[in-house]
T-cell receptor, first 115, second 116 residues
Framework: AQSVTQPDIHITVSEGASLELRCNYS??????LFWYVQSPGQGLQLLLK??????LVQGIKGFEAEFKRSQSSFNLRKPSVHWSDAAEYFC?????????????FGKGTKLSVIP | GAGVSQTPSNKVTEKGKYVELRCDPI?????LYWYRQSLGQGPEFLIY????????DSGLPNDRFFAVRPEGSVSTLKIQRTERGDSAVYLC??????????????FGPGTRLTVL
């Protein structure tokens, strides 16, 4: 069974500082990996995804993530955080291959930004 | 274009009552998913529709939960004899196709259900 661990429940950073949100997954093969952001009252919005190829993926809003197979990790990064980035971030894993569509989410990391 | 919409945005009900939650997917999306997000948790898969049929309902917690998608578009999640533990945000998502998690799932804003 697939699973996702986001070790940090809540992170606070200053505006302009760099950010790294951790995500570790468990899956038998190479999974599909996703990062979503959820703002209050909003649906989940996809930031970026990894399917194969280049292990460093770029997403929207200046986010990037790096897939490290040896560490079973897919950490999300941003070089300079903006106040509008305050939200909850979810890492998710989806099985690769046809006929597999269930996403398994981590418990999320809430990001607070200090002006 | 219009995204996934869900109504109502908030629903408060009493224990034992019946509720219906509605999801309007993105036009043309054949796959539709329901997830439940409890407080402090990530979304958990409930059910997946491909067209009109429920292709996978393995995530439904018990037989009080049921979902339909009669015309392959709008879906309704139905909960009978609600319990306090059913309180959560119910999220709906749709994707162009559902044959793989390769197909991006677009999420609605959710319905917050509170059972008193």
């Amino acid at each position: 069974a697939q699973s996702v661990t986001q070790p940090d429940i809540h992170i606070t950073v200053s505006e302009g500082a760099s950010l790294e949100l951790r995500c570790n997954y468990s899956y038998g093969a190479t999974p599909y990996l996703f990062w979503y952001v959820q703002s209050p009252g909003q649906g989940l919005q996809l930031l970026l995804k990894y399917f194969s190829g280049d292990t460093l993926v770029q997403g929207i809003k200046g986010f990037e993530a790096e897939f490290k197979r040896s560490q079973s990790s897919f950490n999300l990064r941003k070089p300079s955080v903006h106040w509008s980035d305050a939200a909850e971030y979810f890492c998710a894993v989806g099985p690769s291959g046809a006929g597999s569509y269930q996403l398994t989410f981590g418990k999320g990391t809430k990001l607070s930004v200090i002006p | 274009g219009a995204g996934v919409s869900q109504t109502p945005s908030n629903k408060v009900t009493e224990k034992g009552k019946y509720v219906e939650l509605r999801c309007d997917p993105i036009s043309g999306h054949t796959a539709l998913y329901w997830y439940r997000q409890s407080l402090g948790q990530g979304p958990e898969f409930l059910i997946y529709f491909q067209g009109t049929g429920a292709a996978d309902d393995s995530g439904l917690p018990n037989d009080r939960f049921f979902a339909v998608r009669p015309e392959g578009s709008v879906s309704t999640l139905k909960i009978q004899r609600t319990e306090r533990g059913d309180s959560a945000v119910y999220l709906c998502a749709s994707s162009l196709r559902g044959t793989s998690s390769y197909n991006e799932q677009f999420f609605g804003p959710g319905t917050r259900l509170t059972v008193l």
